[in-house]
């Protein structure tokens, strides 16, 4: 696969039928081996938490449905599903028929599934649902307010430092990673959020290098990979996850999660004020 061959960044018509065929398939080792990190050691568990909120479909009797959907691929799986392709095949279902949201969900997580190359999970809800609630950071560190000077914008783990012999648990968080679609170069915003035990992490320099993403190239599942391998490599911290929640494109909101935690249960993200 080449860049030339994803959907993202080419003029596209919209489908006026269901079109399963597509959803593009992006295989996650390509990236990871450029991490050191081998299909049969992965250092850590998760999932990438998709949220769409552009779904619709047909009734038998013609009257159009809206919903949303959580959507969870396991960090395992074989490939990851670039995002133009999953909201041109949500929009090859407008006029498509179900029968009820139920059978639009198991249709969903089959073709989803087949892509992804594991069980992808799909949770529907009604337009006006209660489920998709805002979540505050609580008992959070906020970084953003740091007097930090910074020159660097791509990743670099130089700017991490540890405070040899404080042990620590805690939750540190930040609006201001961005990053950049390694396609289209256009930007993409998110809120990270790093919970660790270990060595203290200065807040200074983390602040820094989170940063540095700032014009790095790179697609949201990968990023969060990169800040995980990083923190570990130079840190090593008996246990960490980090996540991104990124701002919604196109209908679709990405949430990747990773942990250190062999035991983590894919679940939907509550969403930050900002998305």
């Known amino acids: 696969m080449t860049k030339s061959d994803i959907p993202l960044g080419k003029p596209t ?4 039928a269901y079109a399963p065929a597509l959803l593009f398939a992006v295989p996650r080792l390509a990236n990871r081996s450029e991490l050191g990190i081998t299909a049969g050691n992965l250092p850590f ?3 990438d938490h998709w949220r769409a909120y552009e779904l619709s479909w047909l009734l038998p009797s ?3 449905v809206v919903a949303l959907a959580d959507i969870l691929v396991p960090c395992d799986s074989p490939y990851l599903i670039e995002s133009k392709s999953m909201k041109l095949y949500f929009n090859s279902l407008n006029q ?3 029968t009820d949201a139920e059978s639009a969900g198991r249709q969903m997580q089959q073709d989803l599934t087949a892509v992804a190359g594991a069980p992808v999970s799909v949770i529907m809800h009604a337009s006006e649902a209660s489920a998709v609630h805002t979540m505050t950071m609580t008992n959070a560190v906020l970084l953003d ?3 930090v000077s910074m ?3 791509q990743p670099d783990p130089g700017l991490l430092r540890c405070q040899t012999g404080t042990a620590v648990e805690e939750t540190v968080y930040s609006h201001l990673f961005r990053s950049n679609c390694p396609i289209t170069a256009q930007p993409d915003w998110g809120t990270i959020v790093i919970r660790y035990q270990g060595e203290q992490i200065d807040h200074a320099g983390l602040l820094a290098y989170l940063v540095s993403y700032r014009l790095h190239e790179g697609f949201h599942e990968h990023c969060v990979e990169q800040v995980f391998k990083d923190l570990s490599d130079v840190c090593k911290p008996q246990a960490l996850q980090v ?3 990124f701002l919604r494109r196109g209908g679709l909101e990405i949430n990747p999660l990773r942990s250190s935690d062999r035991s983590v249960v894919a679940h939907p993200l509550g969403r930050l004020l900002r998305q």
């Not at 018509?13 to 006026?16: E, F, I, K, L, R």
């Open 62 to 64: 013609g009257r159009p």
């Open 243 to 245: 996540s991104i929640n």
């Open 13 to 16: 018509a919209y489908p006026a």
């Open 45 to 47: 568990a998760g999932f």
């Open 145 to 147: 307010d740091l007097d």
């Open 151 to 153: 020159s660097s914008y």
């Open 96 to 98: 498509h028929v179900f």
